[in-house]
């Protein structure tokens, strides 16, 4: 990270040029990110405390939720606060930690997005072989093995991209620091920085998006040989959120990551940048779990204990 002291600090964009709209704007995000929080805490209690959820589905869902929390926490509160301030600054260390982790939990979600789909592909699938490969060692070291990946992939990464020189410009067109707005202000050559996002974006996500995709055909195609209609609607609108939420976090994250060439507005950047980073954490509760029997259940057990313990 020599090359980078040639710019000692970062000057991160705004949610809005006027105070009253960024006030607005700033306030939307906090109950976003409190809801989140919310959500994704309530679905991490009742999966831990209720023993009847000690299951592969659940256990990957309150992974999914510790990382959602982890996730909507390195950008919102920052940027919410800039926002409020005025306080566009952040070292060049800050930005670097911002940009490994949200590369590392963009990569981990993207990892426990696809063994979730495994998941489900398995349960409705092959439901006799379900206990034999969902077993608590392979979600374990599912689990294990993702961590490591996404690990390497951010490290690698955030050192290619702090390698650069910033000597064009130190402001960065986003609310957070990731790695197309820093190659856009960079004065060094980013070619392997590109292949390397390229090789990435293929390699990684986009077999882990045809990986999803296919398990949820043939998920789909299972569900249309069920004879009774009720079960076949309630599979339907169970998958169908599922796909929209990983179509968009995917879709989103490949336009930003992956569109290079020329410069786009920061208001397009930042708008864009919110699919994939603020509404999954936000929306995967509401989809994967709230809506669940079980996990309502589980939620009334809790509150119930709760109030008797007062």
Not at 217 to 240: D, M, N, Q, W, Y
């Amino acid at each position: 990270m020599i090359n980078s002291t040639l710019v000692t600090e970062f000057l991160l964009e705004v949610f809005a040029e006027t105070w009253e709209l960024r006030l607005l704007l700033s306030v939307l995000f906090l109950l976003v990110y409190l809801g989140s929080l919310l959500g994704n805490l309530t679905i991490i209690i009742v999966t831990t405390v209720d023993q009847a959820l000690n299951t592969p589905m659940y256990y990957f869902l309150r992974n999914l939720s510790i990382l959602d929390i982890c996730y909507v926490s390195v950008t919102v509160p920052n940027a919410c606060v800039n926002s409020l301030t005025g306080h566009r600054n952040i070292s060049v260390l800050g930005c670097a930690a911002q940009v490994f982790l949200v590369f590392f939990c963009a990569c981990v979600e993207i990892l426990f997005l696809t063994v979730m789909a495994q998941d489900r592909y398995v349960a409705i699938c092959k439901p006799l072989l379900y206990p034999v490969i969902m077993n608590h060692q392979v979600c374990v070291q599912t689990t294990l093995a993702s961590l490591f990946i996404c690990l390497v992939l951010a490290s690698v990464h955030t050192i290619e991209t702090f390698q650069l020189s910033f000597c064009h410009s130190n402001v960065v067109s986003q609310i957070f620091c990731d790695i197309p707005s820093l190659l856009r202000i960079s004065c060094s050559d980013d070619f392997i920085n590109k292949l390397l996002m390229l090789l990435t974006a293929i390699g990684f996500s986009g077999s882990c998006f045809t990986f999803i995709a296919i398990s949820y055909i043939h998920i789909l195609s299972t569900v249309l040989k069920v004879p009774v209609k009720g079960e076949r609607g309630k599979a339907f609108s169970t998958c169908v959120p599922h796909i929209i939420v990983v179509s968009m976090f995917f879709g989103s994250g490949a336009y930003v990551y992956l569109r290079f060439p020329g410069t786009s507005q920061a208001v397009h950047e930042i708008a864009f940048s919110v699919f994939y980073t603020v509404f999954p954490p936000f929306l995967n509760p509401i989809i994967y779990s709230l809506r669940n029997k079980q996990i309502n259940e589980a939620v009334k057990k809790v509150i119930s204990k709760i109030f008797q313990i007062l």
